[in-house]
């Protein structure tokens, strides 16, 4: 029995989407989808070039960021991670997610930042209080904080 050869109606419609100037036709949930599409393949140039896009294109939208802080998360950069978490969290305001705050933390212990993760845990069980994650990640940053050199004591009681 033969396979099938794919036609281009059984393919994705992300296959399409490869590129700055295919996604400025595209909504926001559907660039989010397709980098989602491109990540799922191992194309993170494309995913890459496709959140790229749609932070200049919907700079605000809940889908760009939380999927460009989650593809920064898989490549390790922390730093653009740690940025867009920050911006989606300013967008959800008050309604930000346990998820978020936890993303947020996990960031900013990958970076060192072990004081602004404890305080951003702090902040988000306030809001979260039965989030399991959140309530680990605080007893564990308490714990390497009160073994912490004395300068990020130093450095943390200043902030």
């Known amino acids: 029995m033969s396979q099938a050869t ?3 109606a059984s393919a994705s419609p992300y296959e399409q ?3 700055a100037e295919q996604a400025s036709a595209y909504s926001a949930a ?5 980098i989602a599409y491109w990540v799922g393949r191992d194309r993170l140039d494309i995913a890459d070039a ?3 896009a749609g932070m200049g294109l919907y700079p605000e939208s809940e889908d760009i960021l939380a999927i460009g802080a989650l593809l920064a998360e898989i490549n390790q950069d922390w730093a653009q991670a740690q940025d867009c978490l920050e911006r989606l969290m300013a ?3 008050q309604a930000a997610s346990a998820e978020s ?3 947020l933390v996990r960031v900013m212990r990958c970076r060192s930042s072990l004081f602004s993760a404890y305080r951003t845990a702090q902040r988000g069980l306030e809001k979260h209080p039965q989030h399991a ?4 990640e605080l007893t564990e940053l308490t714990e390497l904080l009160e073994v912490a050199p004395v300068s990020t004591q130093v450095e943390a009681h200043a902030a």
Do not use: D, K, W, Y
Request: with cysteine; hydrophobic share 45%; net charge neutral.
């Open 101 to 103: 705050f936890f993303h």
């Open 6 to 8: 794919p036609t281009m």
């Open 91 to 93: 967008v959800q305001g």
């Open 133 to 136: 994650g959140l309530n680990q």
């Open 50 to 52: 496709l959140v790229a």
């Open 17 to 19: 989407v490869c590129s």
């Open 30 to 34: 559907q660039i989010r989808e397709a």
